[in-house]
């Protein structure tokens, strides 16, 4: 009887021992913690030059097979499932030189020789292949140029080390790219191919992380590690049961099965304890559990360099400038006046009113969320928030007030000045930049990611109406919205570096009778080139259904007049002689129920708690 009992008391230490779900590190073929990080340069930096070369290899078959072979396709679905694979660290190593891998088939305008480039990639070649159009000499010289850019990102990799560090953001980005690119059809606008591509990058994941930090995971915490691989095969689950781009449910993959995968991560990274997530040069919050939390991006990533970690005091002073009117020389208008915040931060007119009274020449954006751009001004023309706020100043019809004097009159009218500049940065200026610093400031809290999507989407709720969640997967998909306006943050910014915002020229007529082209020639102004006459910037959604009229001249009142305007094929779609068109289609085949989802999803995204906690 107590042999029996031994043996039972045996078994349920044993049962508490798994409970506990630990390994030893010697069972795993590592002798202490610290050999773990052998892992990165022995197997998991050998993987991604396997997979970049076997991209290479199976280039150098599509140029053997030509590009209207019956087996073109196939090869260059074998390119493409390469290069995905080793996309994760050759982008990171070198983000330049993986966008002429794999970014948009558009011409790129150089700055410095004012030279039109031709695109070169994978969005091109597919987009040969899959419109059997061009000639085969421009097809050998996309693959020559191809093949060039994938030996480049290979001596990225054979000389950089995976370091702990590289390989968690490296991932992290990769896992955004699977939310806001792949999961829209960016990367694969002719084929369509974008869903099963995810399948392709989770498979990925899967590999590369059993190569090297899965040991230490089991280690540590061997049910972390069970979850996150049934998390990823129930995702691929998900795919595989529907792949056509068209009817796939974005809304419910994002939710339930791709925001547990990034949860998992996360808790994967702080679980290894070999790198804190801590860097300065990342606009990712390492530790928020989706893409879609109020604090998952970092606000001094935008900010200019003297002018990151905003204290209390400089944005206080700046909301309290942001209101003044004696700002201006004529001492009549303030940035409140363009920028309501009950109207999400416009003036509701479809031109703003100068301080004269006349109209301006566009319409007032929202300042929600403005912080998340790398151009400002609606034909992008302005680098930073502080520039454009410079610009209002010194404009004529604005604020009409130099930037290197800085004007008494505030202060005396409003003694409460002194002390909240010295307080803020230690001295009364003379100048305006330091008002324009404060005031850049304040914009910088005008964050707006608490809306009816987000809280769903999140998994906080669950009060998403079936034409609300049509809405978001027709905006995500065969809407082609988020092809330009990315989620999470539906605006112009392109992931997964947030280095650039994107402008498009997309027809705009001069009125809603949609007879002419609006005569603005946007972003054309700068450099004079044919290519961007009538480019602007691509504002973001959130807050939309506040912020009516539309567009850059307020020309539509509603957002139905907004979609049937896209639905329509934008201005080449109106008749309008537009070349250098940036809209990925010729119309849309919406029907008038599919617009209605569409702005009900529009809906969700407002966020009116923003203006009761900055007024």
Request: proline fraction near 3%; glycine fraction near 6%; aromatic fraction near 12%.
């Amino acid at each position: 009887m107590y042999k029996y009992s031994f043996m039972f008391f045996f078994v349920v230490l044993s049962i508490i021992g798994c409970g506990k779900q630990k390994t030893s590190l010697q069972d795993d073929g590592l002798s202490k913690l610290t050999d773990v990080q052998v892992e990165w340069g022995k197997k998991g930096k050998k993987y991604y030059l396997e997979q970049i070369d076997e991209a290479i290899k199976w280039s150098d078959t599509l140029e053997k097979v030509g590009f209207l072979s019956v087996e073109a396709k196939t090869v260059f679905s074998k390119v493409r499932e390469y290069y995905k694979k080793a996309e994760p660290f050759a982008a990171y190593l070198n983000p330049d030189i993986a966008k002429k891998a794999n970014g948009p088939a558009l011409p790129i305008y150089k700055d410095d020789s004012g030279k039109v480039v031709q695109p070169v990639g994978l969005q091109k070649i597919e987009e040969t292949i899959y419109g059997e159009e061009g000639s085969q000499d421009d097809f050998d010289r996309e693959l020559y140029i191809l093949k060039g850019v994938f030996k480049n990102l290979r001596n990225e990799i054979l000389e950089r080390k995976l370091t702990p560090e590289r390989f968690f953001i490296a991932t992290h980005q990769q896992l955004m790219r699977i939310t806001s690119l792949s999961t829209v059809g960016f990367d694969t606008p002719s084929s369509g191919e974008g869903i099963k591509e995810i399948v392709i990058s989770l498979n990925s994941l899967i590999e590369i992380y059993t190569l090297t930090i899965s040991k230490l995971t089991i280690h540590k915490n061997i049910t972390l590690d069970r979850e996150f691989r049934k998390t990823v095969g129930d995702a691929i689950g998900f795919i595989n049961n529907n792949t056509d781009f068209e009817s796939f449910d974005r809304y419910t993959f994002l939710r339930d099965y791709m925001n547990p995968i990034v949860r998992n991560w996360v808790d994967i990274r702080r679980e290894s304890n070999l790198w804190d997530g801590k860097t300065n040069a990342q606009i990712y919050n390492f530790d928020a559990p989706t893409f879609f939390e109020k604090d998952s991006f970092k606000v001094d990533y935008f900010l200019s360099i003297n002018n990151k970690s905003p204290s209390k005091e400089k944005i206080d002073l700046g909301r309290k400038l942001f209101f003044d009117k004696n700002l201006s020389g004529t001492g009549n208008v303030s940035c409140a006046t363009c920028h309501i915040p009950e109207k999400g931060y416009t003036d509701g007119l479809k031109l703003s009113i100068g301080n004269q009274g006349s109209r301006l020449k566009r319409n007032s954006p929202t300042l929600l969320n403005s912080l998340y751009q790398k151009n400002f001004f609606w034909d992008g023309r302005a680098g930073t928030i502080t520039a454009q706020i410079r610009s209002v100043f010194d404009n004529k019809d604005e604020f009409a007030t130099a930037i290197h004097r800085f004007s008494n009159k505030i202060i005396e009218k409003d003694s409460s000045y002194v002390d909240m500049f010295k307080k803020a940065y230690g001295e009364v200026p003379k100048s305006n930049r330091i008002t324009i610093k404060a005031i850049s400031t304040y914009l910088s809290t005008l964050q707006s990611f608490n809306s009816k999507f987000d809280k769903n989407i999140r998994g906080e709720e669950d009060t998403y109406t079936v034409s609300e969640k049509n809405g978001f997967n027709l905006f995500t998909g065969k809407a082609l919205c988020a092809t330009c306006h990315f989620i999470p943050l539906t605006n112009g910014t392109v992931p997964p570096f947030f280095a650039e915002t994107e402008k498009e020229v997309i027809g705009v007529p001069e009125t809603k009778a949609n007879k002419k082209w609006d005569d603005d020639l946007g972003f054309y102004w700068v450099f004079e080139s044919e290519l961007h006459r009538g480019m602007f910037k691509t504002p973001t959604i959130r807050n939309a259904a506040l912020t009516a009229p539309y567009m850059h001249n307020g020309v539509y009142d509603t957002l139905e007049e907004v979609m049937d305007f896209y639905n329509k094929g934008g201005g080449a779609g109106l008749g309008f002689d537009i070349p250098h068109q940036t809209l990925p289609f010729d119309n849309l085949n919406l029907t008038d129920q599919e617009i209605k989802d569409l702005v009900a999803f529009i809906e969700t995204l407002s966020d009116n708690a923003i203006e009761s906690e900055n007024y």
